[in-house]
């Protein structure tokens, strides 16, 4: 029995970026809070509280002369607007991929243009960047852009802006390329998918075919875990997501010949060390680069 991690496995750059501007926030003592939890990964949100930096939901609950942290997800406009407004400091850990939407939806619209984003509706990066559209549009893949043109047929001659949630599918986002290039007769498209997503996607698509077991591993909330536990499930037949080593099963383990594994976008290497950790408690062999990649990146 063989197992193989995905290199692309853990941390992005922005969730990194995020993360250790918090941690040397709560280090440094000053009061600060995040709004909203920093990544979808409750050990890690743990540590911070532990460290004194916990979450508020909402811009009025930043107490005053506090620092807010604002995550990698980023914000609307007006949250910025409110905080200013109450005076508090900014710790902008917005991711500059998500940035660079913000700044495409909202020009667009200055030049009379209709912004369309391309993402799950109510997922915080979403919401985000349509709260730097004041008419924003946003479809979950081609079927919901398909009824949102037939619904009134002068859209189809709108001048439209296509953006996409930054961990959205390539297949969803050149479904709904394909569609509006078809029926459309005035769209441009920024392909604003993450590179680290797409790279992440695509190594977990090839591993998931070699494997007879993948283990994904990320919190059960994070949007980019349960597409990569959706991608491998696509090509293999034993696809495990858990949280932590704990929820691996060994009776899971026992069965399988190759195991892969990846992890999502806000899982830390201490995680993936864990189930390191436990597969080879269970007397399995480890490639040798896996060990090696996981020295690095701890
Ligand atoms: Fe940024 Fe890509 Fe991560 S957009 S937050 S580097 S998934």
């Not at 197992?3 to 501007?21: N, Q």
């Not at 979403?126 to 979950?140: K, L, Q």
Request: charged share 30%.
């Amino acid at each position: 029995m063989s197992v193989v991690l995905a290199k692309s496995a853990g941390f992005c750059y922005g969730v990194r970026r995020a993360v250790e501007l918090a941690e040397r926030t709560a280090e440094e003592g000053r009061p600060c809070v995040m709004l909203g939890s920093i990544i979808h990964n409750k050990d890690v949100i743990a540590r911070l509280a532990e460290k004194g930096l916990t979450a508020v939901e909402r811009p009025e609950d930043v107490p005053e002369g506090s620092a807010v942290i604002i995550r990698s997800h980023g914000e609307g406009r007006t949250v910025y607007d409110q905080l200013r407004a109450r005076g508090v400091e900014i710790l902008d850990a917005t991711c500059p991929n998500v940035t660079r939407i913000h700044q495409i939806v909202a020009q667009a619209e200055e030049t009379g243009r209709q912004p369309v984003i391309v993402g799950t509706p109510d997922h915080p990066e979403v919401t985000a960047i349509a709260g730097w559209c004041s008419h924003p549009v946003v479809v979950s893949g081609a079927e919901e852009l398909e009824k949102w043109l037939v619904q009134d047929e002068k859209r189809r001659n709108l001048p439209l802006t296509f953006v996409s949630q930054t961990t959205s599918t390539r297949k969803i986002w050149d479904d709904c390329v394909k569609k509006a290039k078809k029926e459309c007769t005035n769209a441009e498209f920024f392909d604003t998918i993450c590179g680290a997503t797409s790279k992440r996607q695509e190594e977990a698509h090839r591993l998931a075919q070699q494997c007879s077991l993948m283990v994904v591993i990320g919190d059960g909330k994070s949007s980019n875990t349960k597409r990569l536990a959706e991608i491998c499930r696509e090509s293999c037949p034993d696809v495990r997501l858990i949280e932590r080593a704990a929820d691996l099963e060994p009776s899971a383990l026992s069965q399988a010949n190759v195991v892969g594994i990846t992890a999502g976008a806000s899982t830390p290497a201490w995680i993936i060390k864990e189930v390191y950790d436990k597969m080879s408690e269970e007397n399995m062999e480890i490639e040798k680069s896996f060990a090696e990649m996981l020295e690095e990146s701890i």
